[in-house]
Structures are given as C-alpha cells and as structure tokens.
C-alpha cells in the first residue's frame, strides 16, 4: 500500500510536486502561500516562497519591488531613507528634505556634520570665519554684518584697543578723555584702585582717586592738617 502524502492544509497529494515544510508538515505551494508568506508593500500579491522577501520595519516587499517612491531606483543593497512611509534613495531624500548650505548652495547630505546657527546650515568645511578663512567648527565666533568672525579675527578688525594694555576690548569698556579703557585698567595712578563708577580727578593727564590726589596735591588745613577736598574735584568718565 503506498504512503499518504498530502498537503497538511488542502490535503491534495503531493508526489511529484514542488511542497515546503513548516513544523514537519508538508505544504503545497499554493497553501503555503496564501496561508504564510508576506504580502508585498508595493504590489499587494503575496512574495512566494520561490522569491526573495525584503523587510523593513515589519513591512515586506518582492526584491523587484523594492524601490525609490520618487525615481523607482532599486533600494536593493543601497542605503536609505524613510519619510511618511515611503522610502526614499539618499539622493531623492536629499533634494527633498535635507537643508542647503547657506555658503555653497549644495545639499548637506544625511549623516555629515552640518552647523547650524539662526536658522541658517552650514557644511562644516563651508562654516568658516570671514576673514581668515579657516573653520570655525564649535569655537566661539561673532556675527557681523552677516559675516562670521573667529574671536581673533573679530578683535584685530573691529574691537578698540584698551588705551593702557593695547589688547582688545570686548565687553565692559569704558572711555576717558576719548580714549578707550579696560574697566580693570582704569586706575588710580597711587593707588591703584579701579575707577570705573568711583569719583576720581585727574592732574597732568593722570587720574586719581580723591583719596590719593587729596593725599596728593590738595592743600592742608592749618587747623586739622587734612587735605581740602571739594567737588570741583570730580572728573567724568563714560562706559560702553
């Protein structure tokens, strides 16, 4: 008597025909397919077991299915992207969605490092300062005149330079006789002492604090020997 072997489902033989085997039971093709295999994304009939099934994200597709949404390019051994369900070639993606360079115009491609500052995108090769030309990447820098500078270069072309030190002022100034200042290198010529926002006179150009210049110069009562001091001593200075 010759064996019985039929499909587990349908229960057609299966001598002599093309079956596949799920738990140990045997399947014909046609069972095993609508009861098992994946449908397509893109063209909803199944992906026969004879077929290679391409998955992403619990979604299959037939292999010649599996393409670009926008230039139906084969995605297959290709990188990718996903937007909105629909999968996208890296160039499709790019003229799409990625952000422009504000410097050359070209499309910063998804996974290079891009800077980013009001609003506006960089290439990190692109970011550089305008007068030196060398890339800023994550230092400090300036906007000017919808120009970047690199501290530095912002300093040499544009900070005043403290009158005293000669080195740049870049916050908390103040001015004397039209001349700029640190605040730290504003002092009293005896002492000193830091004079922004104290009362302070000046003799021969230099400035004083009224404690010094009344040690100073001020005349001495004959009575008490202390120098007299009055408010014809105060000098002005201005802050920027």
Not at 18 to 33: A, H, Q, T, V
Not at 52 to 77: A, G, I, M, P
Not at 193 to 204: A, M
Not at 210 to 218: G, P
Request: charge should be positive; hydrophobic fraction near 25%; include cysteine.
């Amino acid at each position: 008597m010759t064996e019985c072997f039929d499909c587990h489902h349908c229960k057609e033989s299966l001598f002599g025909k093309k079956y596949i085997l799920r738990e140990d039971s045997p399947y014909c093709m046609k069972c095993y397919e609508s009861l098992y295999s994946n449908t397509c994304e893109e063209c909803k009939h199944p992906i026969g077991a004879d077929c290679k099934d391409l998955s992403y994200k619990d979604r299959h597709w037939h292999e010649t299915c599996f393409h670009c949404f926008q230039c139906k390019n084969s995605l297959v051994d290709k990188p990718f992207a996903a937007k909105e369900d629909h999968l996208l070639c890296t160039d499709c993606y790019s003229n799409e969605y990625s952000s422009k360079c504000n410097e050359c115009k070209k499309t910063i491609m998804p996974g290079t490092r891009k800077m980013e500052y009001k609003g506006s995108s960089w290439h990190e090769t692109c970011f550089i300062c305008y007068r030196c030309q060398q890339p800023i990447g994550t230092k400090s820098f300036i906007p000017k005149d919808n120009q970047n500078f690199c501290v530095p270069c912002y300093e040499k072309q544009f900070a005043m330079q403290c009158v005293q030190c000669k080195k740049a002022i870049t916050t908390g100034g103040v001015t004397y006789r039209e001349q700029p200042w640190h605040k730290e290198c504003f002092v009293c010529t005896g002492c000193k002492k830091q004079l922004s926002g104290q009362r302070f006179t000046s003799r021969d150009e230099f400035a004083y604090c009224l404690s010094c210049f009344c040690n100073l110069y001020a005349k001495k009562c004959a009575g008490c020997t202390n120098p007299i001091s009055g408010r014809s001593l105060m000098t002005r200075v201005v802050f920027f």
